[in-house]
């Protein structure tokens, strides 16, 4: 009986220990951030969507589980009931998660298609080629001419500046292996794949510097692949963009106000 009773609270703290980590991690500051782009809201949707419904079957298979070790671990007299499966439960345990991926396919659609579909990619030139390597990011901005390949170009490493409040298009590239642009802030990861050129595009509404990390498993030094995207003022880019550029030109010797 001790035993039963035992088998059964420790089973009990599973489901209990899962639901109290997450209805505490935002105050513990285990939680995703506060997005600040403006498709993050709607992959903070689609996210909290599957949560609460692997939430809910989590809990329920937990139940039932704990009721089951519960009651039917006792020691009976009569001889067990052999069975060869129920269709009826075998279609309704069937159903129910294949009417769920419906549901969440159709959910996602109208967002990934904004996202990803070329057809709504901001219309104009990239602002930015970005390249990831083991382990590190480059981001080449095209120069005074506007045609990225040319001597003018502007490479900037592992800081990412773009403009607040603005359609920010660039295209994604590896120089080797698979890796991953993430910036949690905005909700966006795109894969970088060797060979492919891929058109990624955000919008952040505010300024600030924010974390950009490799999700990808890329090799010994995947660890440390990170670097920053720093969201500033359409006026301060425009005076970044003409130093670095008085930068590239420069020969060392003029004088700098």
Known sequence: MI???VATVLLLLVPVLGVWTFVTAPANGWWMPPTVSTFGPDIDYLFYLILWMVAFFFVLTEAILVYSVFVYSRKRADKATFSH???KLELLWTGIPAALLLVIAFSQMGTWAKIKFRGNIPEGEPLAHVWASQFDWRFQYAGADGVFGTMDDIEN??????PVG???LFNLHSRDVLHSFSVLEFRLKQDA??????PVWFNCRETGSYELICMELCGWGHYKMNGRVRVVTREEYDAWIT??????MSNGMEERS
Not at 157 to 162: D, G, H, M, S
Not at 193 to 198: A, H, L, N, T
Not at 243 to 248: I, R, T
């Open 243 to 248: 130093e670095k550029q008085a930068d590239l």
């Open 193 to 198: 794949v060797p060979g492919m050129s891929i």
């Open 157 to 162: 490493p592992f800081e990412f500046v773009v």
């Open 166 to 168: 603005e359609d920010v």
């Open 3 to 5: 035993t039963r009773l």
């Open 85 to 87: 499966g129920n269709h």
